[in-house]
């Protein structure tokens, strides 16, 4: 037979053991034993704490619910100024009557069909404007709508 030719060994050198924390050290298998009971101790506790879930009360889900419409209804306004066949309604009603034909145009064209789609009047438009008047959500989706309705209005005024 034939001799095989030395070659080249398939893995690196051992490296030394990393260093160890002193603490791990002395943790040992009972040390970590401990904390795992610690852990589930505490996950108990947590557990224990909620004795029964919360359910909302009829007001607070009602506010809710009526905040979501607002919401929705804003959200619609917004949409709805920024809309090409809108926009064209209340340049019309501008050039025919100025100021006069843009607001009732907006009123009756525009305001009117929204207020029903979303189920709101507008005396119930203002009280709920006025009921959420310091939720962040609503001012920040007023603020957008007027602003957008600003910019709208300046944009046909310049004409």
Request: positive net charge; charged residues 35%.
């Amino acid at each position: 037979m034939t001799a095989v030719p030395d070659s080249k060994p398939l893995l690196p050198p051992p490296s030394p053991p990393a260093k160890q924390d002193k603490k791990q050290k002395q943790k040992g298998a009972f040390g970590i034993l401990k904390m795992a009971k610690k852990k589930t101790q505490k996950k108990e506790e947590q557990k224990e704490a909620p004795a029964a879930p919360t359910m909302g009360t009829a007001a607070s889900v009602g506010n809710l619910e009526r905040k979501m419409k607002v919401e929705m209804l804003l959200k619609d306004l917004t949409r709805t100024v920024r809309l090409k066949k809108s926009r064209d309604i209340l340049r019309a009603a501008f050039k025919d009557d100025k100021e006069g034909g843009f607001d009732t145009a907006w009123q009756e064209l525009i305001l009117a069909p929204i207020l029903k789609r979303n189920m709101f009047t507008i005396e119930q438009l203002g009280k709920a404007f006025d009921e959420f008047k310091k939720d962040k959500d609503i001012s920040t989706l007023r603020s957008s709508y007027e602003k957008a309705m600003a910019r709208f209005r300046h944009l046909i005024m310049t004409e």
